[in-house]
T-cell receptor, first 115, second 110 residues
Framework: DTGVSQDPRHKITKRGQNVTFRCDPISEHNRLYWYRQTLGQGPEFLTYFQNEAQLEKSRLLSDRFSAERPKGSFSTLEIQRTEQGDSAMYLC?????????????FGDGTRLSIL | GEDVEQSLFLSVREGDSSVINCTYTDSSSTYLYWYKQEPGAGLQLLTYIFSNMDMKQDQRLTVLLNKKDKHLSLRIADTQTGDSAIYFCAEKGGSYIPTFGRGTSLIVHP
């Protein structure tokens, strides 16, 4: 089953460190999304790619956050100078590129804990 | 902005039906989704419905949509302990980005 794959599953780091997460979408999916989820909340949108182009960014995506999808396949999400408030589950999702009616398929997420 | 509301908890007995409700505010919503999330995992798509439909049935799952009242429900027949999870309602209008509710935690007890 080649679903959405995220790596690592868990990341524990000290405040102030940089972290990078990777997402491999379903291979034929052109669209890729990053979300953040905190306890008791639904996923909150961070950013969205169509192929390699980053088309939309949420106000939640501060200057410390950057996402790339250089070849239109896998994507990385980097957080610089991590803060306590960055502790969350970071979810990646992908969907096919045709039309607006295709649902998103999620990976199992990367859980980030800031000490 | 758009808002999606769900009750936070639902407790049912094994074998009973579960009904999880959701209300949304975006009148331009065209697609509505139900996702399931188990502990430590991502969201699993259960089913979705287009706004021009009133009902969709898929095995034990029945989705009802009342577009006038902006109300969506998910009925799970013959609920099993394996159905215990958090269920998220999401709606999508003209953009590619859905808005999610806070999730309903379904607890199934023997």
């Amino acid at each position: 089953d080649t679903g959405v794959s995220q790596d690592p599953r868990h990341k524990i780091t000290k405040r102030g460190q940089n972290v990078t997460f990777r997402c491999d979408p379903i291979s034929e999916h052109n669209r890729l999304y990053w979300y953040r989820q905190t306890l008791g909340q639904g996923p909150e949108f961070l950013t969205y790619f169509q192929n390699e182009a980053q088309l939309e960014k949420s106000r939640l995506l501060s200057d410390r956050f950057s996402a790339e999808r250089p070849k239109g396949s896998f994507s990385t999400l980097e957080i610089q100078r991590t803060e306590q408030g960055d502790s969350a589950m970071y979810l990646c999702a992908s969907s096919p590129g045709q039309g607006n009616n295709q649902p998103q398929h999620f990976g199992d997420g990367t859980r980030l804990s800031i000490l | 902005g758009e808002d999606v509301e769900q009750s936070l908890f639902l407790s049912v007995r094994e074998g009973d039906s579960s009904v999880i409700n959701c209300t949304y505010t975006d009148s331009s919503s065209t697609y509505l989704y139900w996702y399931k999330q188990e502990p430590g995992a991502g969201l699993q798509l259960l089913t979705y419905i287009f706004s021009n439909m009133d009902m969709k049935q898929d095995q034990r799952l029945t989705v009802l949509l009342n577009k006038k009242d902006k109300h969506l429900s998910l009925r799970i027949a013959d609920t099993q302990t394996g159905d215990s999870a958090i269920y998220f309602c999401a709606e999508k209008g003209g953009s590619y980005i859905p808005t999610f509710g806070r999730g309903t935690s379904l607890i199934v007890h023997p």
